[in-house]
């Protein structure tokens, strides 16, 4: 059974920083492709990055060069290192996995990746 955890989520200050983890289990980790999602209130799910199976990283524009998406397939899991946080990424985080390649972070795309973790809120207060 394929199950996705997210961990790491919380308050944080304008300008602060989280570090978001996704450990996937019930599945070969290394053949899929994992992304980070995200939801505010009232709002589609909107892409944040992908990584594909060899480590190759696709952002946002909206969070270029203010997040850090990585992963271990040795520990089956998925990192989002964010930064200079602001009230516009307060959401619920989610993590993603399709097999082989990745869907895209395109309006839309997440109904195209098959599992989901239930998510992780993260809340930025000015």
């Known amino acids: 059974q394929v199950q996705l955890v997210e961990s790491g989520g919380g308050s944080v200050q304008a300008g602060g920083s989280l570090r978001l983890s996704c450990t996937a289990s019930?599945?070969?980790?290394?053949?899929?492709?994992m992304a980070w999602f995200r939801q505010a209130p009232g709002k589609e799910r909107a892409g944040v990055a992908t990584?594909?199976?060899?480590?190759?990283?696709t952002y946002a524009d909206s969070v270029k060069g203010r997040v850090t998406a990585s992963r271990n397939n040795a520990k089956n899991t998925l990192y989002l290192q964010m930064g200079s946080l602001s009230s516009e990424d307060s959401g619920n985080y989610f993590c993603a996995a399709q097999l082989w390649a990745c869907p895209g972070l395109y309006d839309g795309s997440w109904t195209k990746w098959r599992y989901w973790g239930q998510g992780t809120q993260v809340t930025v207060s000015s």
């Open positions: 990584v594909d199976r060899i480590g190759t990283i």
């Open positions: 019930g599945y070969p980790f290394g053949n899929y492709c």
